[in-house]
């Protein structure tokens, strides 16, 4: 279902005068699916798309019957779009996404009758988690990251023998899940001071972000039930970027046998739109692994992931502290990269969460870890680019940043462009450190 169709032409354009600007992140070709209502009102929670800076109200549009046109499978899938939770739409499965891609990208054209009463401004729409996520798995694929957090944790063995060999991963905490704008008190734990053999309670001092993307299960498997790779697409609804928050000093002294718990369960951000595989389909690249590197297992293998298995979502992560709101100054930028060089592709993440029997359900979130590309100004997290906290890292206005302090805002961006296909962008993800407790 990874197909490139007329959905994608670049030439498209919409009645929605500013799907049709230049860096927009969402034109025609984009139509990612979120939940929304009017800031500060009282309106129920109901599924939007969209479309420059506007939201369609798919509800709106599909009471008033303008997908009775597409057939019952668009209609249907319309209905669930415009729920105010998308698990509905995330179990109907890729044909029914198509049609409603198809669907949404011909009512939106230039040309069809302008839906004025459909639209809410972006401006004044505030988003929720768009599905109620029942379980959150955080994977660690960045070869480049397990390698620079690795040596800093383990200077004699930084990357574990299995990395090469499957796609490593934790199970996360669902419920601190939060939308772009979340905010959060810095967490207090345990921690092992240097030299130290006996542990003190306080607050996090080491406090990081994680430069991710997620990942939303679409359609489900029977509990015991593996997903074969040449499937695993299709049970992917498609996108969003990801914060997996990190208190640094609270994982070196906790994650030992079992891996993180209090250094991560606190919070995690996500972007409010999910851009869907269909959507991303021009601007998937060949999945490779170094010469000399072990090749997956058959079980982790197939044609198609191997020719167009990787996505070349180009990520930025920026942070605006509190000094730069004061003097007015916009946030400083701290590194950019592309989940192109994810070491595990989305399929593989996939198909190895359910094989040995375990069932995704339709809205489940994944995150593909921290995705820090291969150079230095790739890092994806504090802690890679401070070198574990032992650099300062310079922001624009003169601050330094080794961890991240009380106040600081960290905003991720993400997008896709490539010659010939329109660009399209994922919003952003940002949140926001309060003073611990
Ligand atoms: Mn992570």
Redesign the pocket.
């Known amino acids: 279902m990874s197909d490139i169709n007329d959905t994608h032409d670049p030439g498209l354009r919409s009645w929605v005068a500013s799907a049709n600007e230049e860096g927009t992140d969402f034109p025609i070709q984009n139509l990612p699916h979120g939940v929304f209502r009017r800031t500060g009102s009282a309106e129920p929670w109901r599924g939007g798309v969209a479309i420059g800076d506007q939201v369609l109200d798919v509800g709106a549009l599909h009471a008033a019957g303008a997908f009775s046109r597409f057939g019952p499978i668009a209609e249907q899938a319309a209905a669930l779009a415009s729920a105010d939770e998308l698990n509905g739409l995330m179990a109907a499965g890729p044909a029914a996404w198509k049609a409603l891609r198809t669907a949404l990208s011909a009512l939106l054209r230039e040309g069809q009758p302008a839906q004025p009463d459909a639209l809410v401004s972006q401006a004044d729409a505030e988003y929720r988690v768009p599905a109620r996520v029942g379980d959150f798995t955080?994977f660690y694929t960045s070869v480049h990251h397990a390698t620079n957090i690795g040596r800093l944790f383990r200077p004699d063995a930084p990357l574990m023998p299995n990395f090469k060999w499957l796609p490593v991963a934790y199970h996360g905490r669902a419920s601190s899940i939060g939308i772009s704008g979340q905010t959060f008190h810095r967490p207090r734990g345990q921690t092992l001071p240097a030299g130290a053999t006996a542990p003190t309670f306080g607050a996090c001092q080491r406090l990081d972000y994680?430069l991710?993307l997620g990942i939303w299960i679409g359609q489900g498997n029977a509990p015991g039930e593996p997903i074969p790779i040449a499937e695993a697409d299709d049970h992917v609804f498609g996108l969003c970027l990801l914060n997996?928050w990190s208190a640094r000093d609270i994982q070196a002294w906790e994650y030992q046998p079992l891996g993180p718990f209090l250094a991560k369960n606190f919070a995690t951000t996500i972007s409010p739109w999910i851009v869907t595989l269909q959507a991303l389909a021009p601007y998937r690249v060949a999945w490779t692994r170094p010469d000399g590197d072990p090749a997956p297992l058959p079980y982790l293998d197939c044609a198609h992931n191997r020719t167009h298995g990787a996505f070349d979502v180009r990520i930025e992560c920026w942070l605006e502290s509190q000094s730069m709101r004061d003097g007015g100054s916009g946030p400083s930028r701290l590194s950019s990269s592309s989940f192109r060089h994810s070491y595990w592709s989305v399929a593989q993440m996939v198909t190895h969460h359910a094989v040995g029997g375990c069932n995704l359900q339709p809205g489940d979130l994944l995150?593909t870890?921290?995705q820090s590309g291969p150079t230095p100004g790739e890092a994806a997290a504090l802690i890679e680019l401070s070198v574990g906290g032992q650099q300062p890292v310079a922001l624009d206005n003169g601050e330094t940043r080794t961890f991240l302090a009380d106040g600081d805002t960290v905003i991720f961006k993400g997008w896709c462009e490539k010659p010939r296909f329109a660009r399209i962008g994922f919003g952003e993800a940002r949140g926001t450190v309060l003073p611990a407790r």
Do not use: I
Request: proline share 0%; net charge negative.
């Open positions: 955080d994680e991710e997996d995150g870890g921290t």
